[in-house]
């Protein structure tokens, strides 16, 4: 390729290209996500996802990647009160799962009936509190997939020159 015609090519690039790359998720090798030209998602040392905010130094911890993906959605589309759901359900969600493994713990661990039974019922009703929660993230995860593809399907389609 000569240098006009690279030239040419870089400039269709930024016209064409720039603003479509701005509504998509950009997943790179070593485990970052781009989204929409703002935020990235790096998985930390202790099995976390932090989104970071370009250009501010503004950090958010999820427990999945899925959930931080949704809260990021909800976010570029300004839908405030939904994004802090998702964030607090991330994290009432691996709450309980902590409570979780320790009820199970103590329920093996219990010398009498009585309290082997307490435990089994805080058992029953963690699952129940998870389940609940679950079901409710999941109707957020959804919703982000409809926002996605709406936003997706908003953009225009880039224009195809013959370069010359």
């Known amino acids: 390729m000569n240098k006009s015609a690279a030239v040419k090519f870089e400039q269709f690039v930024k016209r064409e290209l720039t603003d479509e790359l701005k509504s998509v ?5 070593n485990g970052v996500y781009e ?5 990235v998602i790096t998985s930390t040392s ?7 905010m370009k250009p501010f130094a503004d ?3 999820f427990v999945t990647v899925k959930n931080a993906v949704t ?7 300004k839908q405030y009160r939904e994004a802090n759901r998702v964030k607090e359900l991330d994290l009432k969600i691996a709450s309980i799962d902590f409570d979780i493994t320790i009820h199970k713990r103590m329920v093996t661990k219990a010398n009498d009936s009585d309290n082997k039974w307490i435990y089994i019922i805080k058992l029953q009703e963690d699952a ?3 389940k609940l929660m679950l079901n409710e993230i999941n ?4 919703t ?5 593809a709406h936003r997706f399907s908003q953009k225009k389609q880039p224009i195809f020159n013959r370069l010359r």
């Open 139 to 142: 109707s957020y995860i959804n």
């Open 144 to 148: 982000s997939k409809t926002l996605q």
């Open 128 to 130: 129940l509190k998870k």
């Open 46 to 52: 202790d099995g976390y996802y932090k989104v970071t």
């Open 59 to 61: 950090e958010h911890l």
């Open 25 to 29: 998720i950009v997943y790179q090798e």
């Open 71 to 77: 809260w990021c959605t909800f976010d570029i589309v």
């Open 35 to 39: 989204l929409f030209g703002k935020y």
